[in-house]
């Protein structure tokens, strides 16, 4: 059974020789060929080269394309923020600057389209055989966000029409970019919408399930597979992401696999995950990995499981590390030399997250992320914050702090935060998982001053 068939079959939720393994390999394929992110990004030669090395290293059974969910807003005319070690963030909306009906649907030509369409069609010719290939798009509500901003979350409130507008443009956009895709030639269009994992189920359910619904038969209606890609703490929503006659769902490790399994069993929609990014894949040794493997493999065993990273795999993530894995979901021997390697990371510099003193009449707002510039869901959680900022001038202080770092893992679990990204106030969680709307974000910051 090829990797293209394992993949296929089990996105129909067939039985399969094996658990399928697909790694998120975006940038991090970057790092393979020692350039920037950046440089990566804006190269269908550099992508198509870094995806061929990722196959030869890592024997996956299926790759995605493109792993950046900001292509989509800037066609539309969104400024972007550029990584040298993450793919790039929005940086102003275009809704700030135009009204929807100014905007135009992308073709073909604009923005990065061409870069993107132009690795698909590469990647079909040299592995289309072997492996099933995946092309992302960003999800409705996600590019809602970057073309609107935080003040989507207010609309979605007290202007419903004005989010219906703006997502019902978006899923038109999503639909014309999978068409695309489709004639490339490439096997599955997966539907990346981490915004999703921000919101209350009546919330998805008004605004995202329709859409999303409507976006998964259009590209059945292409003879393509459809997935959905949400990374945080989506619980909540996982039932209602598989009522969106989706083929399969993706999750990172916020999500407990056995509920996943027992939710997506029951509607016969397959499910991957959720190999932890930073603890393990990033900080972890060969042996840690292989093992967390393993322990995934043995809870998702059955129909339907594919083994994967919560998300994207972040840059400077060890190649040991993903060797390692491939080589146990292969059935190929992992060396012992391999398995006790450790990873060159030296706490000394990384930056050490002190306590703060929280003084009367004075806010302090700490955002506890896994990284704001490549997560949408720490983007705009921290967007927030800094849009209300000027109105507690001497009065507010806030700051990042990243799990990418040792130092961020154990600030992470001494504040006894449990999922990303989550918003303290005083040294208190209080939004979990959650972005707040302008008004909600206030009212929280006012209580406390």
Request: some cysteine.
């Given at each position: 059974m090829t990797g293209k068939e394992r993949v296929l079959k089990t996105l129909s939720f067939e039985e399969v020789d094996r658990t399928p393994w697909v790694?998120?390999?975006?940038?991090?394929?970057?790092?393979?060929?020692?350039?920037?992110?950046?440089?990566?990004?804006?190269?269908?030669?550099?992508?198509?080269?870094?995806?061929?090395?990722?196959?030869?290293?890592y024997q996956p059974d299926g790759l995605p394309i493109v792993f950046d969910v900001q292509m989509e807003a800037e066609a539309l005319g969104c400024t972007l923020k550029w990584s040298k070690d993450n793919p790039p963030a929005v940086d102003k909306h275009v809704l700030d600057e135009k009204s929807l009906a100014d905007l135009v649907l992308p073709t073909k030509e604009d923005g990065r389209y061409p870069i993107a369409l132009e690795a698909a069609r590469r990647m079909v010719q040299e592995t289309g055989d072997e492996i099933a290939l995946y092309a992302l798009i960003c999800g409705p509500f996600t590019l809602a966000l970057h073309l609107k901003g935080t003040p989507l979350f207010s609309d979605m409130i007290k202007r419903k029409e004005a989010a219906d507008e703006v997502m019902e443009f978006c899923?038109?956009?999503?639909?014309d970019l999978a068409a695309m895709y489709a004639e490339t030639g490439v096997d599955i269009i997966a539907v990346v919408d981490p915004m999703t994992s921000q919101i209350a189920p009546k919330?998805?359910?008004?605004?995202?399930?329709?859409?999303?619904?409507?976006?998964?038969?259009?590209?059945?209606?292409?003879?393509?597979?459809?997935?959905?890609?949400?990374?945080?703490?989506?619980?909540?929503?996982?039932?209602?992401?598989?009522?969106?006659?989706?083929?399969?769902?993706?999750?990172?490790?916020?999500?407990?696999?056995?509920?996943?399994?027992?939710?997506?069993?029951?509607?016969?929609?397959?499910?991957?995950?959720?190999?932890?990014l930073t603890t393990v894949m990033m900080f972890g040794s060969p042996l840690e990995n292989v093992e967390e493997a393993r322990k995934e493999v043995e809870l998702g065993q059955g129909v339907g499981f594919?083994?994967?990273?919560?998300?994207?795999?972040?840059?400077?993530?060890?190649?040991?590390?993903?060797?390692?894995?491939?080589?146990?979901?292969?059935?190929?021997?992992?060396?012992?030399?391999m398995l006790e390697s450790e990873q060159q990371f030296h706490e000394e510099e990384e930056a050490v997250f002190e306590d703060v003193e929280i003084r009367p009449g004075h806010v302090f707002i700490e955002i506890v992320t896994l990284d704001s510039e490549g997560c949408p869901p720490c983007q705009y959680m921290c967007e927030g914050v800094k849009k209300i900022l000027p109105q507690y001038e001497g009065r507010l202080t806030w700051r990042e702090s990243l799990v990418k770092t040792r130092a961020g893992i154990k600030r992470m679990a001494d504040l006894g935060v449990q999922n990303l990204p989550a918003m303290l106030i005083n040294n208190e969680v209080v939004f979990d998982n959650i972005t707040p709307s302008d008004a909600e974000l206030i009212e929280a910051i006012e209580a406390r001053l």
């Amino acid at each position: 059974m090829t990797g293209k068939e394992r993949v296929l079959k089990t996105l129909s939720f067939e039985e399969v020789d094996r658990t399928p393994w697909v790694p998120y390999a975006g940038v991090q394929t970057a790092k393979l060929l020692g350039i920037d992110a950046d440089v990566y990004l804006q190269s269908a030669d550099n992508i198509v080269a870094g995806l061929l090395k990722a196959k030869e290293l890592y024997q996956p059974d299926g790759l995605p394309i493109v792993f950046d969910v900001q292509m989509e807003a800037e066609a539309l005319g969104c400024t972007l923020k550029w990584s040298k070690d993450n793919p790039p963030a929005v940086d102003k909306h275009v809704l700030d600057e135009k009204s929807l009906a100014d905007l135009v649907l992308p073709t073909k030509e604009d923005g990065r389209y061409p870069i993107a369409l132009e690795a698909a069609r590469r990647m079909v010719q040299e592995t289309g055989d072997e492996i099933a290939l995946y092309a992302l798009i960003c999800g409705p509500f996600t590019l809602a966000l970057h073309l609107k901003g935080t003040p989507l979350f207010s609309d979605m409130i007290k202007r419903k029409e004005a989010a219906d507008e703006v997502m019902e443009f978006c899923t038109k956009v999503c639909e014309d970019l999978a068409a695309m895709y489709a004639e490339t030639g490439v096997d599955i269009i997966a539907v990346v919408d981490p915004m999703t994992s921000q919101i209350a189920p009546k919330q998805f359910e008004r605004f995202v399930k329709e859409p999303t619904t409507r976006l998964n038969r259009y590209i059945h209606s292409l003879g393509l597979k459809a997935t959905s890609f949400c990374c945080g703490n989506a619980t909540k929503n996982i039932e209602l992401m598989c009522q969106t006659e989706t083929d399969g769902i993706a999750f990172d490790e916020q999500v407990a696999l056995p509920y996943a399994k027992e939710i997506a069993t029951r509607y016969k929609v397959s499910f991957g995950g959720n190999l932890p990014l930073t603890t393990v894949m990033m900080f972890g040794s060969p042996l840690e990995n292989v093992e967390e493997a393993r322990k995934e493999v043995e809870l998702g065993q059955g129909v339907g499981f594919i083994l994967s990273p919560g998300c994207d795999i972040p840059f400077n993530t060890p190649v040991n590390n993903l060797v390692a894995i491939s080589n146990f979901i292969n059935g190929k021997p992992v060396s012992m030399d391999m398995l006790e390697s450790e990873q060159q990371f030296h706490e000394e510099e990384e930056a050490v997250f002190e306590d703060v003193e929280i003084r009367p009449g004075h806010v302090f707002i700490e955002i506890v992320t896994l990284d704001s510039e490549g997560c949408p869901p720490c983007q705009y959680m921290c967007e927030g914050v800094k849009k209300i900022l000027p109105q507690y001038e001497g009065r507010l202080t806030w700051r990042e702090s990243l799990v990418k770092t040792r130092a961020g893992i154990k600030r992470m679990a001494d504040l006894g935060v449990q999922n990303l990204p989550a918003m303290l106030i005083n040294n208190e969680v209080v939004f979990d998982n959650i972005t707040p709307s302008d008004a909600e974000l206030i009212e929280a910051i006012e209580a406390r001053l």
